[in-house]
């Protein structure tokens, strides 16, 4: 369980990005939050996923506050943000290998495991190219299958420029779906987005932010 108890973030002293915010998020919820650029989405995964320090308030994981959580070994989040960090000058496969290797992967398997998520993912033909000369879209795609490496308690998903290419857009939303669908069926997802869209089908909350605050909440009829 997520839980924000009237959460206040603020970048300055005149503004705040999030103001009042009290959420809860069960196992297994898929919520989407909804509203137009500067209205507070984005902050409120950051919140969530302890990179950003709030100026009241407290956030718990399954009623632990978030400050005691160590995200290595307590709970798996994965992120998946709008600038992801990679190693730009080393390959595709070898970031995946690398993020296998932090984690404990024996040396042996890391390759195998990698190879087998670019495949997973329809992005083998990328396993070479260094990450830093990959057009966005692709390392939206890299960032997917490196979450996919492991199972997740949670997972973030900030909103993405889907661009005019049709193909792009069908397969990143593809391959987004199929991360919130991997391994744990009660893992929290929760995404950020201007709009529900094309995630009508994966959704069974939808909250809308307006100005670093909670407008209103709506259960989906696929809950």
């Given amino acids: 369980m997520i839980e924000l108890k009237n959460v206040y973030l603020g970048y300055n002293?005149?503004?705040y990005a999030l103001f009042d915010i009290n959420l809860k998020f069960q196992k297994g919820d898929r919520a989407i939050i909804v509203g137009e650029n500067g209205s507070g989405k984005t902050s409120l995964l950051r919140v969530i996923a302890g990179l950003e320090n709030v100026q009241k308030g407290?956030?718990?994981i399954d009623n632990t506050p978030l400050k005691n959580i160590d995200f290595s070994k307590d709970v798996s989040l994965g992120y998946l943000s709008s600038k992801p960090i990679f190693y730009e000058n080393k390959t595709v496969l070898k970031n995946l290998m690398w993020a296998l290797k932090i984690r404990g992967e024996e040396k042996e398997k890391q390759e195998e495991k990698a190879l087998a998520v670019l495949k997973e993912y329809d992005i083998e033909h990328l396993k070479d190219e260094k990450v830093g000369r990959l057009c966005k879209s692709d390392r939206r795609l890299v960032q997917i299958a490196r979450?996919?490496?492991?199972?997740?308690?949670?997972?973030l998903c900030d909103e993405f420029d889907l661009q005019d290419n049709t193909q792009i857009?069908?397969?990143m939303i593809k391959a987004q779906k199929k991360l919130i669908d991997a391994e744990h069926k009660d893992k929290i997802v929760i995404i950020a987005c201007e709009n529900v869209g094309c995630f009508k089908d994966t959704i069974n909350r939808e909250i809308k932010m307006?100005?670093?605050s909670i407008e209103k909440e709506n259960e989906s009829e696929q809950k």
Avoid: F, N
């Avoid at 979450?147 to 997972?155: C, E, G, K, V």
């Fill in 58 to 60: 407290e956030v718990y």
């Fill in 147 to 155: 979450l996919a490496l492991r199972p997740l308690d949670i997972l």
């Fill in 210 to 212: 307006v100005s670093g």
């Fill in 13 to 15: 002293k005149e503004y």
């Fill in 169 to 171: 857009t069908e397969d």
